[in-house]
């Protein structure tokens, strides 16, 4: 078994979407952990805030197929691969830490990570997990992020 670290965020009904993919991994992965929710602005073009969150699963799958089950999860709630990758969605998850892993397919750990709408979420969630590839941990790493001193908005809700 290893700790899978996964990002989430939606920005089209994402309350919704975001619960649904919570009960879906719970579900999946019993004792899943989750962050608080956290807004952020679109990066990448003009459209409404995401919702984002981090959790927590223990997993015996391999990357691959952790990925495709992530895939599927965001199928099963309506993601649509036929836009432009910077636009809308009502929900994306990612695989981003599994266990100290470091591989190319799926790539790992995703370099998203520098993004605070992925690094801020995971700080809160698992601080003293550490980065094979920086040898540092997730708090240390948002302790240096230039978004460290604006933390994002946290909501009212939990997942």
């Known amino acids: 078994m290893a700790l899978a670290l996964l990002s989430l965020g939606s920005n089209i009904d994402p309350e919704a979407n975001l619960r649904a993919a919570a009960a879906d991994l719970r579900a999946a992965f019993p004792g899943a952990r989750f962050s608080p929710v956290l807004r952020y602005r679109a990066v990448g073009f003009d459209g409404p805030d995401f919702l984002n969150a981090a959790a ?45 892993r470091v591989c190319d397919a799926p790539r790992l750990p995703r370099p998203d990570v520098r993004h605070a709408f992925v690094l801020e979420p995971l700080a809160m969630l698992a601080p003293q997990f550490v980065d094979p590839l920086s040898g540092r941990t997730l708090a240390a790493l948002w302790a240096e992020h230039a978004d460290h001193a604006r933390p994002a908005p946290v909501e009212p809700w939990a997942l």
């Open 56 to 100: 927590a699963v223990e997993t015996a799958l391999e990357p691959g197929p952790m990925h495709d089950f992530l895939h599927a999860l965001e199928d099963a709630h309506g993601r649509r691969r036929d836009v432009p990758r910077y636009s809308s969605r009502t929900l994306d998850v990612d695989l981003v830490f599994l266990g100290a």
